[in-house]
């Protein structure tokens, strides 16, 4: 059986994903090099690629991403408030009080 699975850090497959793109080594040099496989070295420069453009997006790509967890937290305590409330007010529509 294999040993155990690495997970390597985001700084860690920045480095190796930029040394790819540099070309100045082949893949086979690059594998020995940070011990890790040919075809995960492609993956990493293949993301790095596709995603180097929200490096320089800036602010703007938080707002294409959707909301924030806060944002969802908020939301839900309020919708929470709000079903409290009207539970207890539709509950008072069949009371005496109600009926004025």
């Known amino acids: 059986m294999a040993g ?21 080594k082949t893949l086979a040099e690059l594998s020995a090099q940070f011990q890790v496989h040919q075809s995960q070295i492609l993956v990493w420069k293949q993301q790095l690629q596709e995603r180097a453009e ?3 997006a800036g602010g703007n790509r938080k707002a294409e991403l959707g909301p924030t967890i806060k944002d969802m937290q908020a939301k839900i ?3 929470s408030l ?14 005496a009080s109600a009926k004025r």
């Not at 709000?82 to 009371?95: P, Q, Y």
């Open 4 to 24: 155990k699975r690495r997970n390597h850090g985001a700084t860690f497959k920045a480095k190796v994903a930029l040394a790819a793109i540099k070309g100045d």
């Open 54 to 56: 929200d490096v320089f």
């Open 77 to 79: 305590g309020q919708l």
């Open 82 to 95: 709000e079903n409290d409330f009207l539970f207890v007010a539709l509950g008072r529509i069949d009371d």
